[in-house]
C-alpha cells in the first residue's frame, strides 16, 4: 500500500522531479563538517536529528520542492551571515525605492514619489504602481465615486522583521486586515493541508527522541520536583494513572471457536424449526369446526330442551268434576 508513496503521499512520478534549489553551491554552507550527511552541498534530509544539529549550530532551513511544488523531503540549511548578506545583495538592487537609501530597513516609496521615479516605478511590481496610480486619481477626484465604497490605500513595505534584524522586502496591500503584511507573512496563519501533514509527520519523528529526554530527565535530573514530574509523564503516557488498577489477564471462558460457535446456534435452530414443523403435520384431530351453509339451504332449527309453549285456543278445557277434584 505503501510502496511508490513518499512520506508526504507522493506519487513517484512527483519523487523523480528534481529539486529546485536557487541558492548558488559556494554560498550553500558545508554540512559535512558537523556530520551530517548531504544529498547535495547545503541540503540534508529533513528529519529530526538534522534538524537538531542545524538547530544547535544556529542554522535555519527551508523546505526545497520540486518545479511542480511538491515536497521533497528536503531541506537547505542557511547561515545567519548567508542570510544576511543575500538580504543585503538583494536590497542592493532596490536602493531606488528606499526613502532612505542608506538604511536597509527603511520604508519603500509611496504615492506620487514612487510614480514621478522613473528607477523606483522599474523596480517595484506591476500591481503596486497600478494600485498607486489608482490611489492618485482617486485623489484628485476627490474621493470614492459612491459613499459605499471603501478609499483606495496604497501599498506600503511589509513590516515583518526577520530573526537577524533584517526588514522584510515584499510589499504588503495596505489594507487594514492586512496589518502591513505581505502575502507570505499573512499566509503563517493559513496553513495548507500539506503543511499540517509535514507538521504531523515532523512530530512523529521526535517522539522517540521526546521520551528518551524524559527518561534521562528521570534518571539524571538534579532537581526532585523535576524528576517525579517526568516519571509521572513517561507513566501517563504509558496508560497507567494514579487511582486506576490494571488487570493485564485474559480469561477465556469459552474456548470455542466462532466457527464452533455459530454452527452450535444454526443447529439449535434447526431443530426448534423441525419440531414446530413435526406439529403441525401430525395434527389430526378437530379442535373447533364452523358450518357452512349452501346459498338455497334453509338453516336447521336449533332443538331446546325447554317445551314449546301451546297456544291458549288449543289448550282442552277443565270439566267441574275435575275442577271439584282440584278444590
Not at 91 to 100: C, E, G, V
Not at 125 to 145: L, S
Not at 148 to 161: D, G, Q, S
Request: hydrophobic share 35%; glycine share 6%.
Amino acid at each position: 500500500m505503501t510502496d511508490g508513496l513518499s512520506l508526504f503521499g507522493t506519487p513517484d512520478e512527483e519523487e523523480r522531479e528534481a529539486p529546485i534549489i536557487d541558492t548558488p553551491v559556494d554560498l550553500r554552507p558545508d554540512l559535512s563538517e558537523y556530520g551530517l550527511v548531504e544529498h547535495e552541498r547545503g541540503v540534508v534530509e529533513d528529519n529530526y536529528s538534522n534538524r537538531g544539529v542545524l538547530r544547535s549550530m544556529g542554522f535555519t532551513w527551508t523546505p526545497v520542492y520540486t518545479e511542480s511544488g511538491h515536497a521533497t523531503n528536503l531541506i537547505e540549511a542557511r547561515s545567519k551571515e548567508q542570510l544576511q548578506e543575500r538580504r543585503l545583495l538583494t536590497i542592493s538592487t532596490k536602493r531606488a525605492l528606499l526613502s532612505d537609501q542608506k538604511n536597509s530597513n527603511s520604508d519603500y516609496l509611496t504615492g506620487l514619489d514612487l510614480v514621478v521615479d522613473a528607477e523606483a516605478s522599474r523596480q517595484a511590481p506591476p500591481w503596486v504602481v497600478a494600485a498607486t496610480r489608482a490611489y492618485i486619481k482617486e485623489q484628485e477626484a476627490g474621493g470614492p465615486p459612491t459613499a459605499k465604497r471603501a478609499p483606495r490605500v496604497l501599498p506600503v513595505r511589509c513590516r515583518e522583521t526577520t530573526f537577524e534584524g533584517m526588514r522584510c522586502q515584499l510589499w504588503s496591500t495596505g489594507r487594514i486586515k492586512d496589518d502591513s503584511l505581505c502575502k507570505m507573512h499573512l499566509g503563517k496563519n493559513n496553513k495548507s493541508a500539506h503543511d499540517v501533514e509535514r507538521a504531523r509527520a515532523k512530530l512523529m519523528q521526535s517522539a522517540p527522541y521526546a521520551v528518551d529526554k524524559l527518561e534521562e530527565l528521570m534518571e539524571t535530573a538534579v532537581s526532585e520536583p523535576v524528576r517525579l514530574k517526568a516519571a509521572t509523564e513517561i507513566l501517563d503516557r504509558a496508560g497507567v494513572r494514579a487511582g486506576m488498577e490494571i488487570d493485564l489477564g485474559v480469561e477465556l471462558k469459552d474456548a470455542r471457536t466462532p466457527a464452533e460457535i455459530i454452527a452450535e446456534r444454526l443447529a439449535r435452530l434447526k431443530a426448534g424449526a423441525d419440531l414446530i414443523q413435526g406439529q403441525l403435520v401430525d395434527q389430526t384431530s378437530i379442535q373447533d369446526a364452523e358450518v357452512v351453509l349452501e346459498l338455497d339451504q334453509e338453516p336447521a332449527k336449533i332443538f331446546t330442551p325447554q317445551a314449546e309453549a301451546v297456544p291458549t285456543s288449543e289448550q282442552p278445557a277443565i270439566s267441574d268434576e275435575e275442577l271439584d277434584e282440584l278444590r
